[in-house]
């Protein structure tokens, strides 16, 4: 839910690794989706594995990333910082090749036909209330939902609030935020290895400007290419300090319904930002058939870091779900 080299300081706070190399992505990328193996419509006499999409919706206009046949079973996957749907390509590809209608939006603030001005508009109810209206526009009346690190946050809330749509729910990285707000308030760990929040969330533009003078990140399992395009999207005007509001908006706090639907929820014992603590507890947050899975030696950035596992145990638990 970050990016620094090894070692650097921000505003006095240690970064952990994973998210302080965001403070090195360079302003000098720039590459498409065609570049990254996502067709464009001047492909459209080849079907595209993964194409273009946009979702109108009454907040603004959304743009996605969409695989498998419009009849498939619907899955929803909504990324985390500093990603883009890009993030999903490997889940969004193994679920089409299994059938599924697979799409994967750029989120409030990263889409820039949803970049409200205002810290206020990134409370994560309001990206709770994306998911329904993308759903809407979509034309899904029920879909599985999947989400990693801010959209973990997004999507276990999601799939409390409107449990007869959510049909089931894998939740990658950040547990319930029930368990995570607990953890924040009661265990070390968890207090340390979030402090570099308190960077991000300092007034605009200290940290926008810190980011942005910064080079290339280096994310475990992301390619230079694809990496240098979540900083080129970033760098567009306004665009990081609308997805740093996401961090100034939220304390994590008063999201404590549980979770009914079916849940797997993959964390992973290198994980610098989440504690065990709140990765243990979140069993008590889950009402359902519930599964953890804490893969040994990866860190935060799971589906990208670990993509075959990832799909491999999203596919097994859609197919464990009844239609």
Not at 25 to 43: E, F, K, N, Y
Not at 151 to 168: K, T
Not at 291 to 313: D, F, K, Q, V, W
Request: hydrophobic letters at 45%; one cysteine or more; proline letters at 8%.
């Amino acid at each position: 839910m970050v990016f620094v080299p090894v070692g650097r300081q921000a505003g006095g706070m240690s970064i952990s690794p994973s998210r302080r190399d965001f403070l090195r992505i360079g302003a000098t990328a720039a590459v498409g989706v065609a570049s990254l193996g996502i067709a464009s419509p001047a492909h459209a006499a080849v079907r595209p594995e993964i194409a273009p999409l946009r979702i109108r919706t009454p907040a603004g206009t959304f743009d996605a990333v969409a695989a498998g046949p419009r009849s498939g079973r619907k899955v929803l996957l909504l990324h985390g910082f500093p990603e883009l749907g890009i993030e999903w390509e490997h889940q969004l590809r193994a679920l089409a090749a299994a059938g599924y209608r697979a799409v994967a939006p750029d989120q409030r603030g990263y889409s820039p036909g949803v970049r409200p001005i205002g810290i206020e508009n990134y409370r994560l109810d309001h990206a709770v209330r994306d998911v329904r209206a993308m759903a809407d526009a979509l034309g899904w009346h029920r879909f599985d939902l999947v989400g990693h690190d801010w959209g973990a946050a997004v999507a276990w809330i999601a799939a409390a609030e409107y449990s007869r749509r959510v049909r089931s729910l894998t939740a990658v990285s950040v547990p319930h935020l029930g368990a995570f707000a607990e953890a924040l308030r009661t265990d070390p760990a968890q207090q340390e290895a979030s402090k570099y929040m308190q960077f991000f969330r300092q007034p605009a533009p200290i940290p926008e400007n810190s980011i942005l003078a910064s080079g290339p990140p280096k994310l475990p399992g992301v390619p230079p290419e694809k990496a240098a395009e979540y900083f080129r999207r970033l760098s567009q005007p306004g665009a990081l300090t609308a997805v740093l509001n996401w961090y100034r908006a939220n304390d994590f706090q008063g999201h404590e319904k549980r979770v009914a639907v079916p849940t797997l929820f993959i964390a992973s014992t290198k994980d610098l930002m989440v504690a065990p603590s709140g990765v243990e507890a979140t069993k008590n947050w889950v009402t359902g058939p519930y599964r953890l899975e804490n893969l040994a030696g990866i860190g935060h950035n799971i589906p990208e870091e670990a993509p075959e596992a990832t799909s491999a145990l999203l596919l097994a638990h859609l197919a464990s779900v009844c239609v």
